[in-house]
Antibody, heavy 121, light 111 residues
Framework: EVQLAESGGGVVRPGGSLRLSCAAS????????MSWVRQAPGKGLEWVSD????????GYADSVKGRFTISRDNAKNSLYLQMNSLRAEDTALYHC??????????????WGQGTLVTVSS | QPVVTQSSSASASLRSSVKLTCTLS???????IAWHQQQPGKAPRYLMK???????DKGSGVPDRFSGSSSGADRYLTVSNLQSEDEADYYC?????????FGGGTRLTVL
């Protein structure tokens, strides 16, 4: 059974940093691309970042480019999101999701429950 | 990059059918999309991948009541024999080189 478990969320002040993690299990992690998708309270889904199977191809939404960094450790079956220079508008539930294929040019097919990030002074 | 547009809300009666629409932007009418369901308080769940031809491929465990179809730039999700648990937000997703896009979501109410 595919499982994705996010952690690392919390309350942080504007301008602060946070590192999110996603532990994957139930599938061969390095066969798949991975994504982060966020959802602000009461709002819809917003794509944040994609990474392909080996980290060689990465994409970011314009809203986070230059502030967030996605990475993965295939030996640890883990996905990460380093978030710097956080703003109030980054407040959201952050979901880890699996791409249906090895690259980023596939739909997402499994989702984690999410970890909540709150940016507030 | 592509844009996908969805109606904000829809409603239909228990045991009836409803057809939700996702419209691709100009120049992107051939794109593949995916439909995802998000029940209240839960994580999104992948329903299906849908091509411009109308061919679709459903996720594991998705009931037969869910089906997809296409016409031009429009991608449809039809839910038949509506059940109370189908009341949820439905999102379409598409992607291009290093970009992924979600529609604003359609909130489906089962009357």
């Amino acid at each position: 059974e595919v499982q994705l478990a996010e952690s690392g969320g919390g309350v942080v002040r504007p301008g602060g940093s946070l590192r999110l993690s996603c532990a994957a299990s139930g599938f061969t992690f390095d066969d798949y691309g991975m994504s982060w998708v966020r959802q602000a309270p009461g709002k819809g889904l917003e794509w944040v970042s994609d990474i392909n199977w080996n980290g060689g191809n990465i994409g970011y939404a314009d809203s986070v480019k230059g502030r967030f960094t996605i990475s993965r450790d295939n030996a640890k079956n883990s996905l990460y999101l380093q978030m710097n220079s956080l703003r109030a508008e980054d407040t959201a539930l952050y979901h880890c999701a699996r791409s249906a294929g090895y690259s980023n040019n596939w739909n997402l097919d499994y989702w984690g429950q999410g970890t909540l990030v709150t940016v507030s002074s | 990059q592509p844009v996908v547009t969805q109606s904000s809300s829809a409603s239909a009666s228990l045991r009836s059918s409803v057809k939700l629409t996702c419209t691709l932007s100009s120049g992107h009418s051939s794109y593949i999309i995916a439909w995802h369901q998000q029940q209240p308080g839960k994580a999104p769940r992948y329903l299906m991948k849908l091509e411009g031809s109308g061919s679709y491929d459903k996720g594991s465990g998705v009931p037969d009541r869910f089906s997809g179809s296409s016409s031009g730039a429009d991608r449809y999700l039809t839910v038949s024999n509506l059940q109370s648990e189908d009341e949820a937000d439905y999102y379409c997703e598409t992607w291009d080189s290093n970009t992924r896009v979600f529609g604003g979501g359609t909130r489906l109410t089962v009357l």
